[in-house]
């Protein structure tokens, strides 16, 4: 049976800025010696956290009409803080301005929301406080932490052994300050933009990837950094909502533009293709190392996937909308090995659940894979949404509203500013009657 929808997805659209790509521009533009333009930078709530710390940090950013400037204070430049240093909601603000501070000899006081302040934090400071920087978390794991930095910080091996992009970034940004060569090893590489604005701004630093999925960094410190301009390539993750929106809303046909198109970043749109979409990707050149391009989506019949365990790294805030996905596809696709979502914004793994179960999708989680048996029958709505005050969950769920008979009563629509605040409008410039 074919879903019949009151609205379709028409037109083209560019949409706003990548999350963590912004996020290491004003860090590594307050660590640069000079100013930094950057364009296309995303305003949402998350990095403005990271802005405001910054700011508190001593560093002068200043919005403009079309660029935000931040001018730099060198690896070890911060100035001691007089005021706490709140990271919102924000996982990537905390854990990569904790490695920006490791190294500088101040005392920084870190809090953050209830969701932040809920979330592991010594998977960052154990690698920290073994170079040579004294932190104390509240009962060993949470914020608020405080942070006393090493001005001698030592330059020694790194094994990370969970995949966090944000783990390896945080130990990346302390290197910058340390004399010596900083070896990192991650088990399983993982989103690579800290990598690839360190070369865009010619750092010292070697990277090589193997076979078996490890990565090897060595950065020899301490650095100075030339300021240079960044744009930031639009965000794939944000555009992820629109390219199921497309697929699953029967005569959909679109087109965004200018999106980052990081092989870390990109592996939904092999799963989506995978399972039946029909999606083209266009490479339209580079922006400050990262390649972009367009992908174009069109409506299409999708069928179940079982997705390995091995990509959860690259899909990691994907899985919401993939889940969307698959709730109209037929037959049953199995996710495998998501532990890592019961550690974001929300746990996940609970909050796709609980909502699908909700709209009437069969869904289950064994261990930490979670199975859902997709249906291409109507699906009625009316029911509640519980966002859990996590932004992808919200924006996932107002995709299925579009193919719900009744409206989903999805609660705490506001918590979308964290990542994306143009989310609705950019919706409905390309949302069409049926
Ligand atoms: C991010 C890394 C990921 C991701 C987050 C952004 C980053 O977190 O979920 O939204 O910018 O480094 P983990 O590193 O904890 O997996």
Same mark, same amino acid.
């Given at each position: 049976m074919t879903i019949q929808a009151k609205y379709k997805l028409k037109g083209s659209l560019n949409i706003s800025g990548d999350k963590s790509i912004s996020h290491r521009s004003v860090i590594m533009g307050a660590m640069s010696i000079g100013e930094t333009k950057i364009y296309n !930078?995303? /305003?949402s709530k998350d990095i403005l956290s990271t802005v405001s710390i910054l700011r508190k940090l001593g560093v002068k950013i200043k919005k403009k009409k079309d660029s935000w400037t931040v001018n730099g204070v060198g690896t070890g430049g911060f100035k001691q803080p007089n005021q706490v240093l709140d990271a919102g909601n924000s996982g990537t603000t905390s854990r990569l301005m904790f490695g920006a501070v490791a190294t500088n000899p101040i005392l920084c006081s870190f809090t953050g929301d209830r969701s932040l302040s809920g979330r592991p934090m010594l998977r960052v400071t154990e690698f920290l406080k073994n170079i040579g920087a004294k932190t104390t978390l509240t009962k060993g794991n949470y914020l608020p932490l405080s942070i006393e930095g090493n001005l001698n910080s030592l330059p020694i091996k790194h094994i990370i052994t969970k995949p966090s992009a944000q783990i390896k970034s945080s130990i990346m940004l302390a290197a910058l300050n340390i004399s010596g060569q900083t070896t990192i090893v991650e088990n399983q590489s993982t989103r690579d933009h800290t990598e690839i604005l360190f070369k865009y701004l010619k750092i010292n630093f070697k990277s090589e990837k193997y076979r078996n999925g490890k990565t090897k960094l060595k950065i020899m410190g301490p650095a100075e950094i030339k300021a240079k301009d960044i744009y930031v390539a639009s965000d794939p993750s944000s555009a992820a909502f629109f390219t199921v929106g497309a697929l699953i809303i029967p005569g959909s046909n679109i087109e965004i533009k200018?999106?980052?198109?990081n092989k870390t970043r990109v592996a939904y749109i092999n799963i989506l293709k995978k399972m039946g979409g029909k999606i083209q990707i266009k490479k339209t050149g580079k922006m400050s190392g990262e390649i972009v391009g367009n992908i174009k989506v069109r409506y299409s019949k999708l069928k179940s996937i079982v997705i390995p365990k091995k990509l959860a790294p690259y899909l990691i805030d994907e899985y919401p909308i993939l889940a969307i996905a698959a709730s109209q596809a037929k037959g049953t696709t199995i996710m495998k090995g998501?532990? /890592? !979502?019961?550690? #974001? /914004?929300?746990?996940r793994l609970r909050s796709i659940h609980e909502n699908l179960l909700n709209s009437g999708i069969d869904t289950n989680i064994m261990k930490d894979d979670l199975i859902i048996n997709g249906s291409t029958n109507e699906i009625n709505g009316g029911n509640k949404i519980n966002s859990f005050h996590d932004h992808r969950i919200a924006m996932s769920f107002s995709i299925l509203n579009l193919i719900c008979k009744k409206p989903l009563k999805i609660n705490?629509? #506001?918590?979308?500013?964290?990542?994306?605040?143009k989310f609705n409008q950019d919706l409905k410039s390309i949302l069409l009657n049926a």
């Open positions: !930078l995303l /305003e200018n999106v980052c198109l998501l532990a /890592e !979502l019961r550690f #974001k /914004e929300s746990d705490n629509l #506001k918590c979308i500013d964290i990542s994306y605040p």
